[in-house]
T-cell receptor, first 113, second 111 residues
Framework: QKEVEQDPGPLSVPEGAIVSLNCTYS??????FMWYRQYSRKGPELLMYTYSSGNKEDGRFTAQVDKSSKYISLFIRDSQPSDSATYLC?????????????FGKGTKLSVIP | DVKVTQSSRYLVKRTGEKVFLECVQD?????MFWYRQDPGLGLRLIYF???????EKGDIPEGYSVSREKKERFSLILESASTNQTSMYLC??????????FGPGTRLTVL
């Protein structure tokens, strides 16, 4: 079983739609969860960072963690064409001294004007 | 703002050549990482370093080596480039918080 599962898409939505991106994981030791956005031919950029369970909101973006279900989500409200990118989830436990991240393979999102 | 820079955005090399990819970070981070990214395979960790002169193998170290002589600089070396090393190479750095910050990437083509 892979440690982190993420639907690769592609996901295509009309401008203004609410987008839901998800990852499931198997390692119950994971406590830190991140979402990265990666535009074509660029490096990933950190979008959201959460610790343990709960919600975190930043503008149009909301990150949600449900540790009991081993499930994390990223919601994008009022989606824009500029949100078209690949979204990667990442996570780690607190015990790894080198703080290696385990990544999902990414979901490709297209927001159509 | 954290800044991670990579020496080249695009690189074309021939089979058998020695290739150096350089990465520099300006945030005094202890940890630095090299990944390659291929369609359908996601990010794969090649090597990482948690201190100067220290290195640890990642998931796919074969055919690669690294050097970290200064805290801010982490180099990836392909001793004898092969066509299956054509890929996007990404460098990242992190502090003890665990959050990694990535450079812009180097797209390497080996002919």
């Amino acid at each position: 079983q892979k440690e982190v599962e993420q639907d690769p898409g592609p996901l295509s939505v009309p401008e203004g739609a609410i987008v839901s991106l998800n990852c499931t994981y198997s390692n119950s030791a994971f406590q830190y969860f991140m979402w990265y956005r990666q535009y074509s031919r660029k490096g990933p950029e950190l979008l959201m960072y959460t610790y343990s369970s709960g919600n975190k909101e930043d503008g149009r973006f909301t990150a949600q963690v449900d540790k009991s279900s081993k499930y994390i989500s990223l919601f994008i409200r009022d989606s824009q064409p500029s949100d078209s990118a690949t979204y990667l989830c990442a996570m780690t436990d607190s015990g790894a001294g080198s703080y290696q991240l385990t990544f999902g393979k990414g979901t490709k999102l297209s927001v159509i004007p | 703002d954290v800044k991670v820079t990579q020496s080249s955005r695009y690189l074309v090399k021939r089979t058998g050549e020695k290739v150096f990819l350089e990465c520099v970070q300006d945030m005094d981070h202890e940890n630095m990482f090299w990944y390659r990214q291929d369609p359908g395979l996601g990010l794969r960790l090649i090597y990482f370093s948690y201190d100067v002169k220290m290195k640890e193998k990642g998931d796919i170290p074969e055919g690669y080596s690294v050097s970290r002589e200064k805290k801010e600089r982490f180099s990836l070396i392909l001793e004898s480039a092969s066509t299956n090393q054509t890929s996007m190479y990404l460098c990242a750095s992190s502090s003890d918080s665990g959050t990694q910050y990535f450079g812009p990437g180097t797209r390497l083509t080996v002919l």
